[in-house]
């Protein structure tokens, strides 16, 4: 009977079942997706226009002529609307995990690995939605990237969504309690956003601290950003590539292994 | 098919230095309704985490139809039917979204979820129901929309831990009833934790679980004797009367 359902077909079933609930659950979450939307065009319209004058910006790829500062945040503020929903995700998983949803999708018959990259996936998709929305805003704003930009963007918005997804998921397996996201939120979500190439060039930092500048070098999501702004351009920039695809699977494979039970973290605690 | 829904040899588990589960043994036979009787803190939830493989069980083996969860854990996973102690659907969905939703963790599409779910919930008495939200149902209604969702896959094996805690007499009646009337049917075993001992019958396999151990198990008029099951239970184990509920 049922275990002949435990083939492929059964599995993106199940994947498509998670992706299913994620989207009715951001359906019905209105204001989950205006706040999302909010965050960055508050960045894009006032942040950005009051810094227009302050920083000069040289052509650096893979901008072909100056380029306004608006138009330099904009892919920055993208990989941002990425990063709080791959944390907010994470959080959700927290939540679940209290109230036993997690529970209920851990008992799926299929293997864990797939479940959780299913949910990844899913939360993956809504992120996307976000980005394109927030885009078309900015596009009245006229920040312009060329057509195709918007399409090789995709791939890039894929990797890059999986790679915050994947640390986030991992975060969740290890926050014990769901006030600890607080926390997560000053740790993780400033620290990567500020210490990356989101807000400024890199060079740019260099001039004032070398630390810094080290530090942003090793952040995961500055290349996230670049991996983003040089797709808008129609351009890949194959070491944001690289470490993209790299951070992403150390995290989901850390995150798999934490939800082990033979190996993992949430195993060896009680309840 | 041959041997238990059910069987669980020799387990044992440890939390850091506290041991949580001491050698445990039990198996449960299709369409039996087996008590897991124990007070809290007995160890009835680490044994159903081990069952479900939230955490791993490093020591004895639990095999579900005859497939091991640790070494064959999707085909032990897919007969098996689970209602948690904390409430696990989704609020915001209707019974008939969460149905689905756990229908495609199953690998069970839109259309052949929506059949069954209209079966297993005439089951439960609450097809009526199936378009309401989740948030909008009693206690009783709420855990046998559980009960409903366990057996959306067709599973063999139905675990339920401390499902009637803090539903009122009536519906802990009905919860129970639902369960019992369905392990009649003869297609599942039901495993039944609980620290109730007024849920348990003179005719139902028993197995005692104390400070992770099991004291006694058998037919559970047999264990009581000739005094009834709370007072046997107090003898076999000391603790005081004001401890155990019922």
Same mark, same amino acid.
């Given at each position: ?12 079933t ?7 609930r ?7 979450q ?20 009051g ?7 040289? !052509?650096? %790829? ?46 799926? %018959?299929?293997?864990?690995w ?13 992120? !996307? ?8 805003i900015?596009?009245f ?13 995709l791939p890039?918005l ?16 290890? !926050?014990?309690?769901? $006030? ?29 601290? $070398? ?14 950003? $670049? ?24 995290f989901?494979?850390?995150a !798999? ?8 973290l ?6 | 098919?041959?041997g238990?829904?059910?069987?669980v040899?020799?387990?044992?588990h ?5 041991k949580?589960?001491?050698d ?48 064959d ?23 008939r ?11 069970i599409?839109?259309?052949e ?11 439960v ?13 009693s206690?009783g209604q ?15 094996l ?8 803090g ?6 009646r009905?919860v129970?009833?639902t ?16 620290h109730?001992?007024?849920e348990v ?13 099991v ?32």
């Amino acid at each position: 009977m049922s275990v002949n359902r435990l083939n492929w077909r059964g599995r993106f079933t199940a994947m498509g079942g998670i992706i299913w609930r994620e989207a009715i659950r951001f359906a019905q979450q209105r204001e989950r997706f205006l706040s999302a939307l909010v965050r960055p065009l508050v960045w894009l319209f006032i942040f950005a226009a009051g810094f227009r004058s302050v920083l000069g910006l040289s !052509i650096t %790829p893979p901008y072909e002529t100056y380029v306004l500062y608006e138009a330099y945040v904009t892919p920055g503020l993208c990989a941002m609307i990425q990063l709080f929903n791959g944390m907010q995700s994470s959080l959700s998983m927290v939540y679940d995990r209290e109230t036993g949803a997690m529970r209920t999708l851990l008992v799926s %018959p299929y293997p864990r690995w797939f479940v959780l990259s299913s949910k990844l996936i899913a939360g993956v998709a809504v992120s !996307i939605l976000q980005v394109y929305a927030f885009l078309l805003i900015a596009w009245f704003w006229d920040i312009r990237p060329p057509p195709l930009g918007y399409i090789t963007l995709l791939p890039a918005l894929i990797l890059s969504g999986m790679m915050l997804g994947a640390i986030g998921l991992f975060l969740s397996s290890a !926050i014990k309690q769901l $006030e600890n996201f607080a926390g997560v939120m000053n740790f993780v979500i400033f620290p990567m956003f500020f210490a990356s190439s989101a807000l400024y060039p890199l060079w740019r930092i260099a001039e004032s601290s $070398e630390l810094l500048y080290d530090i942003c070098n090793l952040n995961p999501f500055t290349y996230a950003v $670049e991996l983003i702004r040089f797709a808008l351009y129609v351009q890949i920039n194959w070491l944001a590539l690289g470490v993209v695809v790299g951070v992403t699977a150390a995290f989901l494979a850390a995150a !798999i292994y934490a939800y082990d039970p033979s190996k993992g973290l949430v195993g060896r605690r009680r309840g | 098919m041959s041997g238990p829904t059910l069987s669980v040899t020799g387990v044992s588990h440890n939390f850091g230095a506290t041991k949580a589960l001491d050698d445990v043994s039990l198996t449960v036979e299709q369409g039996a309704f087996v008590a897991l009787l124990g007070i809290n803190g007995a160890g009835k939830s680490t044994l159903f985490s081990l069952i479900t493989r939230l955490y791993d069980n490093v020591s004895g083996s639990i095999e579900v139809c005859g497939h091991d969860v640790r070494r064959d854990a999707g085909p032990a996973l897919a007969q098996m039917g689970v209602v948690f102690q904390s409430r696990s659907l989704d609020m915001s969905l209707t019974i008939r979204q969460n149905l689905r939703y756990h229908a495609a963790l199953h690998g069970i599409g839109k259309r052949e979820a929506r059949e069954r779910g209209d079966k297993v919930l005439e089951s439960v008495g609450l097809l009526e129901k199936a378009e309401s939200k989740v948030a909008t149902l009693s206690g009783g209604q709420l855990r046998r929309a559980e009960i409903a969702r366990a057996l959306m896959h067709g599973p063999k094996l139905l675990l339920l831990d401390e499902a009637t805690v803090g539903l009122d007499v009536r519906s802990r009646r009905d919860v129970v009833d639902t369960v019992r009337n369905l392990a009649d049917t003869g297609e599942v075993g039901v495993l039944w934790a609980t620290h109730l001992f007024d849920e348990v019958r003179g005719s139902d396999p028993l197995v005692l679980l104390h400070k992770g151990a099991v004291i006694e198990s058998g037919i559970a008029a047999g264990i009581a004797g000739d005094v009834t099951l709370s007072e046997r239970f107090l003898s076999l184990t000391g603790v005081e009367r004001d401890e155990i509920a019922a």
